[in-house]
């Protein structure tokens, strides 16, 4: 099967900028996430999805981050505008339940 | 909520030493997984693991649920085993928790 989707695979942007990021999930997972990785740090959880509907956004910066999930398939995360502090690479996971969780290969983001 | 230690933080090994690294968890979780972030940083699965033992060629891992804990071995370790390697939890409410990684270094 394919796996998780996404792009681009690196970006660099200049701080008060605006960017988006793309995901595409295995097909059928119901379940999307969207993960910050600072370097050095684990993914930590920004917004996840059930189908479209939003079931925890607690940790998005909500202020600057916005994330969509139109017809519960494809995800767009976006920043709105950049800071230096968000350079970061920028997860996308998506799980069916008692299947576990793929991970894509992260967008790094360079805010300079 | 759930707290995920990993142990130890940081690994250097010679090449064809085996290893064992292990994660404990305060609660009971619905699921765990062991991930290996490469230096590319992608995070690749590696043994989706609630319970029990499974392996995978030069990899295994047990966790044992009643107890809160799991382990990864690593056999015959290959410097492209380098990476930093997450043990990550699913509680109750489907939130996944992510360890603090332990970084294994294989040197050639």
């Known amino acids: 099967e394919a796996g998780v989707a996404q792009s681009p695979r690196y970006k660099i942007i200049e701080k008060r900028q605006s960017v988006a990021f793309w995901c595409n999930p295995i097909s059928g997972h119901a379940t999307l996430y969207w993960y910050q990785q600072i370097l050095g740090q684990g993914p930590k959880l920004l917004i996840q999805?059930?189908?479209?509907?939003?079931?925890?956004d607690s940790q998005l910066p909500k202020d600057r981050f916005s994330a969509e999930r139109l017809k519960g398939v494809d995800s767009t995360l976006k920043i709105q505008p950049a800071k230096l502090e968000d350079s970061a690479v920028y997860l996308c996971a998506s799980s069916q339940r008692r299947s576990g969780y793929t991970f894509g290969s992260g967008t790094r983001l360079t805010v300079v | 909520g759930i707290q995920v230690e990993q142990s130890p933080p940081d690994l250097i090994l010679q090449e064809g030493a085996n290893s064992t690294l292990r994660c404990n968890f305060s609660d009971s979780v619905n699921n765990l997984q062991w991930f290996h972030q490469n230096p590319w940083g992608q995070l690749i699965n590696l043994f989706y693991?609630?319970?029990g033992t499974k392996q995978n060629g030069r990899l295994s891992a047990t966790t044992v649920a009643t107890e809160r804990y799991s382990l990864l071995y690593i056999s015959s370790s290959q410097t492209t085993d380098s990476g930093v390697y997450f043990c990550a939890v699913v509680n109750r409410d489907d939130k996944i928790i992510f360890g603090k990684g332990t970084r294994l270094h294989i040197l050639p």
């Open positions: 693991i609630p319970s």
């Open positions: 999805f059930q189908n479209n509907g939003v079931v925890d």
